[in-house]
């Protein structure tokens, strides 16, 4: 059994930054695939961003340049997702994902808002 818990989220202006962390607890961290995933209203649930096990990374071609997924398996037990340069149309709800031996995981998502 695997728990995420989402922080970070909240208002930004456009062009401006916020930084969301996830913590998981329950099983062997630095084994775990991790994700963000987002949903607007009316929208589908979208990856955003993944990081694997071993650190590869891949990104949703709309945040390619601007987001930045991490991951610190030493000590936290937590993943990162810092997003520059927000756009109205990032604005969402968040939702950290893992994977854990064919298992699937989510949290409870976090809300981020960016006004124009």
């Known amino acids: 059994q695997v728990q995420l818990v989402e922080s970070g989220g909240g208002l930004v202006q456009a062009g401006g930054s916020l930084r969301l962390s996830c913590a998981a607890s329950?099983?062997?961290?630095?084994?775990?695939?991790l994700a963000w995933h987002r949903q607007a209203p009316g929208k589908q649930r979208e990856l955003v961003a993944a990081?694997?096990?071993?650190?590869?990374?891949?990104y949703a071609s709309s945040v390619k340049g601007r987001f930045t997924i991490s991951r610190d398996n030493a000590a936290k037990n937590t993943v990162y997702l810092q997003m520059n340069s927000l756009e109205p149309e990032d604005a969402a709800v968040y939702y950290c994902?893992?994977?854990?031996?064919?298992?699937?995981?989510w949290g409870q998502g976090t809300q981020v808002t960016v006004s124009s």
């Open positions: 994902y893992a994977v854990v031996r064919g298992n699937t995981y």
């Open positions: 990081i694997s096990s071993g650190g590869s990374t891949n």
């Open positions: 329950g099983s062997i961290f630095s084994t775990i695939f």
